[in-house]
């Protein structure tokens, strides 16, 4: 299964978050600006996180903010962000995250493929530290979809 749809829109690189939940707000804001999610996303990423804990940072650096399906979501897609300075989730190993990608999905049953298509990407470890350091939307794309193809 392909990576969901990466829009220009849902790239947002060197924000400035004061914390996770900051951080999360940022990347709900992205995927609402590429049409995929409604506004109370955010607010559903982050009780994720509160219920669940820090299990959304899949990596060194790294986080993958999602929800489950429901009346926030519009679309199928995805949303990165890099911060300027790094933010601590509280997870004992991966923190801090100064990558956070965020996601939507429509149905439960594409949330497994979209997460096993985007972990794909990681696969590469000089991709987050590659996505930290890109200074435009086309370099994030690019560093996606090359990613992808490996």
Partial sequence: MPLPTLAESAIILGAEAED???AVRIVGRALVASGVAKPGYADEMIRMIEEHGPYVVI????ALAHARPGPEVIGDGLAVVTLATPVAFGHPHNDPVTVVLGLALTSVAGHLESIAAIANVFNDS??????AAATSAEEVLRIMASAEQS
């Fill in 59 to 62: 990596a060194p650096g790294l």
């Fill in 126 to 131: 000089n991709a987050i530290a590659e996505l």
């Fill in 20 to 22: 996770w939940r900051a």
